[in-house]
Nanobody, 113 residues
């Protein structure tokens, strides 16, 4: 079974930084990414990356966040800089494989003003 585990969420002040990590047990992942969901809002794409290293970002985070991948470990990272209160949400890791679409349980990011 595919296991998806996120880590790195924390409480930080506006302008601070966090680095999120997502590790997946699937040997081959075609695409991995981060989504987030704030209370009362729909889950939205934050950033995603293919096995080849091509990336896609939400416009609201493009200048501040960087996604990267370690293919050997099937692990992705999200470097989050210049954090804003609007970034407060539960961040979920998404893993797309040949046979399915899998999600982690999420990690809480809270940015205080």
């Amino acid at each position: 079974q595919v296991q998806v585990v996120e880590s790195g969420g924390d409480l930080v002040q506006a302008g601070g930084s966090l680095r999120l990590t997502c590790a997946a047990s699937e040997v081959i992942s075609h695409k991995m990414g981060w989504h987030r969901q704030a209370p009362g809002k729909q889950r939205e794409l934050v950033a995603e990356i293919t096995r080849a290293g091509f990336t896609n970002y939400a416009e609201s985070v493009k200048a501040r966040f960087t996604i990267s991948i370690n293919n050997a470990q099937n692990t992705i990272f999200l470097q989050m800089n210049s954090l804003k209160p609007e970034d407060t949400a539960v961040y979920y890791c998404n893993v797309v494989t040949r046979s399915g679409n899998y999600w982690g349980q999420g990690t809480q990011v809270t940015v205080s003003s």
